[in-house]
Every structure is written in C-alpha cells, then in structure tokens.
C-alpha cells in the first residue's frame, strides 16, 4: 500500500483475532507502527499493544514511550527533515512516515523497490551516523530508531515475565521479527510456537529460527482459525 497511514488488517483475520481476545489470556500485538495507530486499526479492548518494536506501550488509554527513547525525540525530528531533503526521498512511490519514536522511509510502490532502497541507502546510513541513530532495514523500507537496545525479542521477554503464559504462539511477517523469533527459540520455562510468514519481500533465512512458516494473509487467517479451533474444544 504506497500510504502507510492507509493500512488495515485483513477483515477475515481481525474477526479471529476479536474472538481469540476472549478466549487467550491475552493476545498482545507488537508492531513497528505507533500504538495509537494499532488501536485504531485492531480495537480489541484486552488487547495488549508496544508500538515502534518495542519503544512505545500504551497503558490504560493512552500511550507513551520508554524513556530511554525521550533524549531522541529532537535527534530525530532533525533527521526526518534531513531526509525529507534528500533528492531521492522526493521520487514517485517513496514515503516518509514521521512516527512517535522513528522515522520510516517507505519505498514498496517505487518503479524498481530494490534499486530504490539501496539509492537511499548511503544517505539514511549518513544521516543515522550524524545524528547518532540506528538505522534498521525492514520490509521494503528504511527506519531510523534510537540506539537503544530494544526490540520485538525484548518485549517478548518482558510479557512472558510479567504473565508467566503457559505458551506462547508468535506470528511475524517482517525483517524484524528475527529477533522475536530467536528469542522464542531460547526460552526453555514456556512452551512457544513461531510461525513466520513468508513473502516475496523478506528473505528467507528471516525465518530460520521458525518452528513453521505460512503463506501470506491467508496462510495466518488459515493458522489462527485453527488456533480458535484448539481454544472452542479446550
């Protein structure tokens, strides 16, 4: 989808996700989009929600960062005009999305996406080391975060202490989700299922810590039924 702020989950799959919400201790959504975004997109009221991989959470209605991201928050400002600047940043199909702890530069709906991101590359590289950031490849976009040791992985370890869940089945679509994947790998106190779904825009090995893989919308929408399924009879 060229407009970021435009994306929407599959109807199908939020439906399940609705009923999973009353059946799970808890589903818990963890994303690289702002949580006020997530809300409005999946408004499931037990839902647990960490924006930004994991620099964002929302407690009670409203959301916050950590704060250990707060000192960051002019550093990236600056960046975002940096590569609102950039020449290439300006070309058809490319989208800077400004959000609350970091700055995305979209690039899926160019001509030729993979020419388009590694054109941006050197300059988004330039701009992390000036301002002190990190620079984080995604699915067919560049993001700029803050140097801070958190990521899908961490917030994983978080709620598995905080819940101590009997289990936990993680389903990731993206680059980042590696870490949450990994993650779940070492955890040995809880029994964990990751299922990594695949697309022609994440390279396979992504997925290499995956207990199984699924294809696209309709492989998750297939999976989670199947979940709901297991909850019904249990």
Partial sequence: ????????????????????????????????????????????PRALFSGNHGLEERHDGASRLV??????????????????AFSQARVP????????????????????????????????????????LQLQAGRLVWELRPPIEIDKGAVLRRL????????????????????????????TAVRTVA??????EVPEDVFVDCDLTVDGVAGVTQLLTQLLDVCANA
């Fill in 195 to 200: 299922v990594g779904v695949r697309s022609p």
């Fill in 67 to 84: 704060a250990e991201a707060q000192p960051y928050l002019e550093r990236l400002a600056r960046a975002a005009d940096a590569v609102a």
């Fill in 160 to 187: 598995a202490a905080d819940m101590q869940p009997a289990a936990i089945v993680y389903v990731g679509d993206d680059r980042t989700d590696a870490n949450a994947f990994s993650t779940l790998k070492r955890m």
């Fill in 93 to 132: 199909g490319i989208t800077i999305e400004r959000k609350r702890a970091a700055v995305s530069v979209h690039f899926r709906q160019t001509a030729d996406p993979s020419a388009s991101g590694a054109a941006l590359e050197p300059t988004m590289r330039e701009i992390a080391r000036q301002e002190q």
């Fill in 1 to 44: 989808m060229s407009d970021p702020d435009q994306a929407a989950p599959n109807p199908q799959t939020a439906a399940i996700l609705s009923e999973l919400n009353q059946c799970l201790l808890r589903v818990a959504i963890i994303s690289g989009r702002d949580t006020d975004f997530l809300v409005s997109r999946v408004p499931l």
